[in-house]
């Protein structure tokens, strides 16, 4: 009798783990493969895929591929001035970020500069931040939280420089584009260290 439950009890997972195979994708030893017929030889293969899906076009792709390079490389064409942005800040920004930036739900981008080697240091986007150009690819890919992707290159282009001429990082005059943006140098420029490809001696 115990031989016999052995047998069930073995018969019965031999079943289960055929059905977790076949659920996954996976044919069994001496399954059949494009309709022939199996042999207790065959190896156990994967199917190609559940036919999910098809291959993203190079327009898709470069919708996702925005990313923006410290040295600005990436940067799209279009511009905006610091009172433009000011516009813009107002209605779709400052609800999160508080007047100027200074502080809300969402986090302060500016105020803090000259206060990271102090003991009470503030990190803002202004203070903290290395490059200019980061700001640009922040906001661009995903501001505002509730509606990411939304605001025009050009409207970016006026956020940022509204955001930095908070710190006077540039004057209230100064347009910034795909020229102008990577020249500017942030107050925290030289305090990160540079790692790759390896650690400095």
């Known amino acids: ?6 047998a069930i009890t073995l018969a019965s997972i031999v079943i289960a783990v055929g059905a977790v195979l076949v659920a996954v994708g996976v044919v069994p030893m001496g399954a059949t493969n494009e309709g022939g017929a199996g042999n207790g030889n065959a190896q156990i293969v994967a199917h ?12 898709e792709v470069a919708l996702l591929n925005i990313s923006i390079r410290p040295d600005g490389v990436g940067l799209p064409p279009g511009q905006g001035t610091v009172q ?17 930036g200074r502080g809300g739900q969402g986090g302060r981008l500016s105020g803090g500069v000259g206060t990271l080697g ?3 240091p503030i990190k803002t986007v202004n203070s903290y931040w290395p490059y200019a150009t980061t700001l640009f690819d922040y906001i661009r890919r995903a501001m505002p939280l509730y509606e990411p992707q939304s605001l025009t290159d050009s409207e970016v282009y006026a956020l940022v420089a509204y955001i930095l001429m908070q710190d006077r990082i540039i004057e209230p005059t100064d347009v910034m584009n795909a020229t102008t943006l990577p020249q500017v140098i942030m107050p925290n420029r030289n305090g990160f260290v540079e790692w790759w490809p390896r650690p400095p001696e």
Request: charge should be negative.
């Open 1 to 6: 009798m115990h031989k016999t439950l052995i």
């Open 48 to 59: 190609e895929g559940a036919g999910l899906g098809r291959v993203a076009t190079e327009a």
């Open 84 to 100: 433009e942005g000011a516009l813009i800040f107002g209605p779709r920004c400052a609800n999160c970020h508080g007047p100027r």
């Open 118 to 120: 102090g003991e009470e």
